[in-house]
């Protein structure tokens, strides 16, 4: 079994930066592929980041040039460094892991509070 633990969230004003982390522990040498998802209080869960073992990244549109995505192989670690924050941020910030695609395990979440 796989576990991802969060951490780094919290409340910050709008302009500001937060990084978040996942650490990953158990069974993780299949997992090639991590990312962060959130959900804000009655919206859908929306996908933010992505990124590969080789370190191949994609990011929603609406985080581009802001948001940050890397990953420490050797940790099991994966990383959210978020800039310039918005009120829009704010949410819960979950990360996810899978063997090809993220989804198959989940961590507990963090929230992100975003003041302004």
């Known amino acids: 079994q796989v576990q991802l633990v969060e951490s780094g969230g919290g409340l910050v004003q709008a302009g500001g930066s937060l990084r978040l982390s996942c650490a990953a522990s158990?069974?993780?040498?299949?997992?090639?592929?991590m990312g962060w998802y959130r959900q804000a209080p009655g919206k859908q869960r929306e996908l933010v980041a992505g990124?590969?073992?080789?370190?191949?990244?994609n990011y929603a549109d609406s985080v581009k040039g802001r948001f940050t995505i890397s990953r420490d192989n050797a940790k099991n670690t994966v990383y959210l460094q978020m800039n310039y924050l918005k009120f829009e941020d704010t949410a819960i910030y979950y990360c996810?892991?899978?063997?090809?695609?993220?989804?198959?395990?989940w961590g507990q979440g963090t929230p992100v509070t975003v003041s302004s």
């Open positions: 996810s892991a899978g063997p090809y695609a993220v989804g198959k395990y």
């Open positions: 158990g069974d993780t040498f299949s997992i090639h592929v």
């Open positions: 990124i590969t073992r080789g370190g191949t990244t």
